[in-house]
């Protein structure tokens, strides 16, 4: 059972290229997101998809634009990169049902980008 | 002014000691708290998750919820070096897709 797994796990980008970081989960989840994770500023929410089919907005939106593919698969696009989206992004997922439990998170290993 | 707000460290204790991890929050609509877990250059994953007031116990670990106060802890009994991580806490609201606010993490050295 692989969980959540995001590629790729380290990228250098120049200034103004795209991108695009894959994410893929195999345990039957509604909802997956994706944050970013800098020094000092936890994790934010960029982007959430609550179920197949629906994506909205986070916290920091601005420079990003995702894609659910389909039940398994959250994509996360960088079109024009800027040095200010170095970051760590993390994909998660997590089944949003009636239990606790159902809310907790799953993340993958992460995305350790840097733009120069 | 963040929704949640977590104790900064970082933490240095010596193996054997209990350690106390808080964070307090702004908004009462919260309902669902989490502890994750960070190992160095890893993923976060989660270490427990409490519903209501109270304690929840796990091994080691206790969660304790006040929703009066609006305060989260977490207690790590008899502390080992392999607990060395960052901890972050989280919060949920069960009407909000499942989007959850991170505190911003605390980083935990536990020496031998």
């Not at chain 2, 897709?97 to 911003?104: I, L, N, Y």
Request: proline share 5%; with cysteine; charged share 20%.
């Amino acid at each position: 059972n692989a969980g959540v797994t995001q590629t790729p796990k380290f990228q250098v980008l120049k200034t103004g290229q795209s991108m695009t970081l894959q994410c893929a989960q195999d345990m039957n989840h509604n909802s997956m997101y994706w944050y970013r994770q800098d020094p000092g500023m936890g994790l934010r929410l960029i982007y959430y998809s609550a179920s197949e089919g629906t994506t909205d907005k986070g916290e920091v939106p601005n420079g990003y634009n995702v894609s659910r593919l389909n039940k398994r698969e959250f994509s996360l696009r960088l079109e024009s990169a800027a040095p200010s989206q170095t970051s760590v992004y993390f994909c998660a997922s997590t089944d949003t049902g009636t239990a606790p439990s159902d809310y907790g998170y799953t993340f993958g290993s992460g995305t350790r980008l840097t733009v120069v | 002014q963040k929704e949640v707000e977590q104790d900064p460290g970082p933490l240095s204790v010596p193996e054997g000691a209990i350690v106390s991890l808080n964070c307090t929050y702004s908004n009462s609509a919260f309902q669902y708290f989490m502890w994750y877990r960070q190992y160095s250059r890893k993923g976060p994953e989660l270490l427990m998750y409490t519903y209501s007031s109270g304690n929840k116990e796990d091994g080691r670990f206790t969660a304790q919820v006040d929703k009066s106060s609006k305060y989260i802890s977490l207690f790590i009994r008899d502390s080992q070096p392999s607990d060395s991580a960052t901890y972050l806490c989280a919060m949920t609201r069960n009407t909000n897709a499942g989007k959850s606010t991170f505190g911003d993490g605390t980083t935990l050295t536990v020496k031998p």
